[in-house]
């Protein structure tokens, strides 16, 4: 499947910000889907996942409280809205899809299949 995100772009501190990632040909909620992010000189760290049945989303601790991930079917979208955001949210946003039977949503191994990234930069 091949994922495209969108979305980024410059954000001031405490405002939002919402990133979608889409699917050419491919219907995204037979995926369990995930967002990550990638600063300069830092590991790809997992953001936010969300099961295929949308019931179990799934949050890392710096963002808990001001991210929401959500499954738009009819646009065939998965979304990360992005509220207070802090300038240590910059970054670039991967998502990501994994069709494998045993899925865990917090790890970059556990996904097939990535989008090309979008950069998100938060000033204060």
């Known amino acids: 499947v091949q994922l495209q995100a969108c979305g980024g772009g410059l954000a001031q501190a405490g405002g939002p910000l919402r990133l979608s990632c889409a699917s050419s040909?491919?219907?995204?909620?037979?995926?369990?889907m995930g967002w990550f992010r990638q600063a300069p000189g830092e590991e790809r760290e997992f953001v936010a996942a969300?099961?295929?049945?949308?019931?179990?989303?799934y949050y890392s601790e710096s963002v808990k409280g001001r991210f929401t991930i959500a499954r738009d079917n009819a646009k065939n979208t998965v979304d990360l809205q992005m509220n207070s955001l802090k300038p240590e949210d910059t970054a670039m946003y991967y998502c990501?899809?994994?069709?494998?039977?045993?899925?865990?949503?917090?790890?970059?191994?556990?996904?097939?299949?990535w989008g090309q990234g979008t950069q998100v930069t938060v000033s204060s």
């Open positions: 969300i099961r295929r049945s949308g019931e179990n989303t």
């Open positions: 990501a899809a994994s069709d494998r039977v045993v899925y865990i949503p917090t790890i970059r191994g556990g996904y097939d299949y």
């Open positions: 040909g491919r219907t995204l909620r037979w995926y369990n």
